[in-house]
């Protein structure tokens, strides 16, 4: 098919850029694992969440050296646990479930945010660096209450 | 080439377009309310009545605006170049399914509404199971979706019985952009409509228990995102075929159009998963494989503004003006046909890029379900679509009712283009700043016990109502407009068909092979689809109870 010359050149510059851009994505998700979550192999019956372990429990455990692991469960309209409360500079890997409809988790001001979805479960790490009480809220609607959900996590 | 002799518009077609526009703007009236008063709600500038509630009229503004108004102002359209371009007029069966269409979409709106004032299904647009809304929720839907099939088939039988009976011509690039349009429409739906009558309607009349939640998300997003390529490919066709005509220019290429639009065909249905990308039970591999096949829709779309920028200054060239920017000279500025779908080509450039950020899977987690994401298709679909389809209701309404498109009309209709450039630039501004800030979409007014982040949000909340307000103005104007655009004086008034430039290239024919173009696209979806539904279907995620949460 026919194309301008100016066009040629215009597409190439595009495309190339795309070509950039894709490889900048696919290297930072593959090669340094900086990817959205996660695979379809942590389930949970979405009825018995409150019999299954660890979610029977919601509760923030330390793991290790300032390493944390928060167990929580997002419900129409809020989470368990609360409240929860870390030291400055502690990384926290959560855990998260929903006992019924599908919910957001979101720490404004930083890159958490996933989705919890009944059935499956989401991981998500994070290391607060800065002290400070870290609002966790419902980003995808879930009812009339929806824009009451939200939690605390308060870093010393 | 193209049929561009004044010619009378046939009055019975007219009437099957002038049903669906006047259709499409009651909802955008109706929507535009409902916006209005939410924007007011979030703002803490008011508060509702206990009857009615904020998610309420969420879900009505986004299935009026979302889904209604611009179906049918879409098959309107298509209607009325396709009678134009195919033969003059409409065939009687085309007429037949073009009102069969209409009226099972406006049954399905109709019980959609009241159910959703009601009270009965306030699960907003995307109806994200197990959020359980009345049965006769997703029975209306389903009828939308099966009227807008008829009315699809309609102009793939005109277009074929005229390929019949013009044996071996080149269609119209109308009529050819048409049956793309309606073909992604067409295949998109399936998605849409096996997660509706498979899953959602038998669980919510209590015919079975539980629901696949992970499976029912993925079939809505194979529809999600190719439904906002279904708004988009009609704005194009205005921008194509219909704008150089406004303008006095020539189409750049025939064929470079039409390659785009196949280009559009292939990329935008195997691309769903970058709406899930935050969500488990998909892993890595399927979401960055469709992060790929989502960001191709980027070549189509340089070719687009090449091809528009080329004809602006072919045209500026042959009315001899000078210089690298001479040719923005002889543009008609203070033409409304043509000043308000250019305001529209103007914003796709922000607003292409806003959705170049939402699509990368890494920087998605900054934005998803952020007042962002909500200001980005604000600015998509809500001014470089809605603007588009502004403009072309100035010459649309005239030409199929035998009118003419009075100065002051004119002069009306570019003041609403101002005041929707102007309140979506407060709203959608304000939106994408506090949407980075991280305040989440779909919310109520709320300061999360008055947290500090939350309440750093206020302001922009506030500007947002101000946009809103500014818009809402803007839907009366228009609702003006078009009433009074009924009744301007009787006269004669061409359909602005666009004829190619004779300087290019002729049309390659693979471009009308139907068979290729169907085989890639399935050979696509499957690629991207079967494995990672195979698996959701095989190694179900536990199902879900319904549950009513409003």
């Known amino acids: 098919m026919h194309m301008h010359r100016l066009e040629k050149i215009w597409l190439t510059a595009g495309v190339s850029m795309l070509v950039v851009f894709l490889l900048v994505l696919g290297i930072m998700t593959f090669g340094r694992g900086i990817a959205p979550p996660n695979e379809h192999i942590h389930r949970i019956d979405p009825t018995k969440v409150s019999e299954t372990p660890p979610f029977d429990k919601p509760q923030i455990t330390k793991i290790g050296d300032n390493v944390y692991k928060a167990v929580m469960v997002a419900y129409a309209f809020g989470y368990d646990p609360i409240p929860m409360e870390v030291p400055t500079g502690a990384t926290v890997h959560f855990e998260i479930t929903s006992s019924d409809v599908v919910h957001g988790f979101e720490i404004p001001g930083t890159n958490v945010n996933v989705m919890v979805t009944p059935g499956e479960v989401s991981h998500v790490s994070h290391t607060f660096d800065k002290p400070g009480e870290y609002l966790i809220l419902c980003n995808e609607y879930c009812g009339i209450a929806h824009e009451m959900m939200k939690t605390t996590l308060v870093v010393k | 080439m193209t049929d561009s002799k004044l010619s009378t518009f046939d009055r019975k077609d007219g009437q099957l377009v002038i049903a669906h526009v006047l259709f499409a703007f009651a909802a955008l009236l109706l929507g535009g309310i409902a916006g209005m008063l939410q924007g007011m709600v979030k703002g803490g500038t008011i508060s509702l009545p206990a009857n009615i509630g904020y998610y309420e009229l969420l879900t009505a503004h986004g299935v009026l605006m979302a889904l209604i108004f611009t179906t049918y102002f879409i098959v309107g359209f298509l209607y009325s170049g396709v009678s134009q371009t195919l033969g003059g007029r409409l065939l009687p069966l085309t007429k037949k399914l073009g009102w069969i269409g209409y009226w099972l979409m406006s049954i399905g709106t109709l019980i959609g509404v009241v159910v959703i004032l009601l009270g009965k299904a306030s699960v907003l647009y995307t109806f994200y199971a197990p959020m359980k809304a009345s049965p006769w929720f997703y029975v209306a839907l389903a009828l939308v979706v099966i009227g807008s099939w008829l009315s699809g088939f309609g102009i793939f039988y005109q277009y074929v019985q005229w390929r019949k009976t013009n044996k071996g011509k080149l269609s119209p690039l ?131 503004a090449f091809s528009l920028f080329a004809t602006f200054e072919l045209n ?131 300061t999360y016990d008055d947290h500090p982040d939350a309440i750093m949000w206020i302001p922009y909340h506030v500007a947002m109502a101000i946009g809103g307000i500014i818009l809402f103005a803007g839907v009366l104007l228009i609702i003006y407009n078009l009433i009074a655009l009924m009744r301007a004086p009787k006269g004669e008034t061409e359909y602005p068909i666009g004829e190619v430039s004779d300087a290019s290239e002729p049309t390659p024919r693979f471009l009308e092979n139907w068979k290729l173009w169907i085989a890639l696209t399935v050979i696509l979806i499957v690629i991207a689809y079967t494995i990672p539904v195979i698996d959701q279907i095989n190694n179900p995620t536990p199902g879900s109870p319904g549950y009513v949460t409003w």
């Open chain 2, 316 to 446: 500026g060239r042959s009315k001899g003006t000078k210089g690298l920017f001479g040719w923005v000279k002889v543009l008609p500025w203070k033409d409304v046909r043509f000043f308000a779908p250019f305001m529209g080509m103007l914003i796709f450039i922000p607003a292409g890029a806003g959705g170049l950020i939402n699509a990368s899977n890494q920087m998605n987690a900054v934005v998803h379900n952020t007042l962002w994401v909500t200001g980005h298709f604000h600015l998509t679909v809500a001014t470089s679509v809605a603007l588009t389809f502004f403009g072309i209701v100035y010459w649309l309404i005239p030409v199929v009712t035998g009118r003419v498109l009075t100065p002051r009309l004119n002069k009306l209709g570019m003041i609403q283009t101002i005041i929707w450039c102007v309140g979506m630039f407060f709203m959608s501004g304000s939106m994408h700043t506090v949407g980075l800030l991280g305040s989440p979409r779909r919310t109520a007014y709320s």
């Open chain 2, 174 to 304: 109308f009529a050819f952009m048409s049956v793309i349009t309606m073909l992604l429409w067409q295949i998109a739906t399936i998605g849409v409509a096996i997660e509706v009558v498979v899953q959602l309607i038998p669980w919510s009349f209590g015919w079975v228990e539980t629901v696949n939640v992970v499976l029912s998300r993925t079939l809505f997003w194979f529809f999600g995102h190719p439904l906002v390529y279904f708004w988009l490919l009609p704005a194009y066709m205005c921008w194509y075929v219909i704008i150089p005509k406004i303008i006095g220019g020539k189409i750049f290429s025939d064929a470079l159009a039409r390659m785009s639009f196949v280009l559009f065909l292939l990329f935008s249905i195997p691309v769903g998963f970058h709406h899930q990308l935050m969500e488990p039970g998909i892993s890595h591999f399927w979401k960055y494989l469709q992060v790929v096949l989502t960001f191709m829709v980027v070549i189509p779309s340089l070719m687009t």
